[in-house]
């Protein structure tokens, strides 16, 4: 075990009291990495840490919060600024789904959504980048989502949406960053192992997806980090869904829709 200078460049996750963000705090600090972690179950996020901090001799801070507060960002920039941290790996990964139709949700419920899955990782991306790039050296992953590539589906509306959106901006900043050694990639899963589909009660419905359609939160994570050390704008995660991805660009709008659109409506609740 070796024991990390504080002065060791941070991993800052989000959402990284579960799933692929919890998965991307155990792989980034074996890598001997230094984590900034957050989301708002603080018992999970202490724990994690305490565990890595044993594991790697790593140092950890932990910041709990809510990125619905649209003050959340500032605020965990601020934290890392008074603790002298120099992050180096930004994870935008806190999200989850919204099922049902556009008008069965209250507006608060949107506005959390575009909140926390669209505003606050690029108002954090706003925040770090500038430092990565007089540092010449930095890492964004914007966790966005297979979603992004399938063709249109009715019911959980704004999700795709904003998946498209993280895919696209991602690709800008990357274009803008890889002249400064600042790597930005987007990660894009199809149905992966992790509490996103008990959180938004789709459980049933998408276990009736075939198993060989499911990965596991550890080899998504390995490729999205390999991903970004290789500088890829874009890593749609295993073969199928890089199919899915690249099926979607070549066929014309139309056939995908009739060809895959219906498959994928099975597994949307409305
Ligand atoms: N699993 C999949 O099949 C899949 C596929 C494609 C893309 N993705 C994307 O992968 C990312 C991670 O999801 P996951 O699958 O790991 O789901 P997960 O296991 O449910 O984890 C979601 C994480 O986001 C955090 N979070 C949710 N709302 C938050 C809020 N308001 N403020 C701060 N943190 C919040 C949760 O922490 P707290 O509850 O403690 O706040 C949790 O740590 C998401 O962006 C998701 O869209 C997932």
Known sequence: ????????????????????????????????????LTARREGQLRELAAALEKQH?????????????????????????????????????????????????PWPEHKKTLQ?????????????YPAMKARKRGYILNIASLAAFAPPTAGHTLYEAVKSFLVKFSQSLHLEGTDHGVHVTAVCPGFTYT??????????????????????????????IAAAEKNQDVCVTGGKNRFIAWLSSALPDRWMRKLAGKQIQKYRKR
């Open 1 to 36: 075990m070796t024991q990390q200078d504080s002065s060791t460049p941070y991993a800052l996750i989000t959402g990284a009291s579960a799933g692929l963000g919890k998965e991307f705090a155990k792989q980034l600090a074996a890598k001997g990495l230094n984590l900034v």
């Open 57 to 105: 001799g790593i140092h950890t801070l932990v910041i709990p919060g809510d990125l619905a507060d649209e003050n959340e960002p500032e605020r965990i920039h601020t934290t890392c600024q008074q603790h002298g941290i120099t992050v180096e790996w930004l994870i935008n990964n806190a999200g989850f789904g919204l099922p049902g139709e556009f008008d069965a949700h």
């Open 116 to 128: 926390v899955m669209l505003t606050a990782p690029v108002h954090l991306a706003h925040l770090f």
């Open 195 to 224: 509490e996103f589909h008990d959180v938004n009660g789709t459980r049933q419905m998408v276990s009736r997806l075939p198993e060989s359609m499911w990965m596991q939160a550890d080899e998504v994570v390995t490729l999205g």
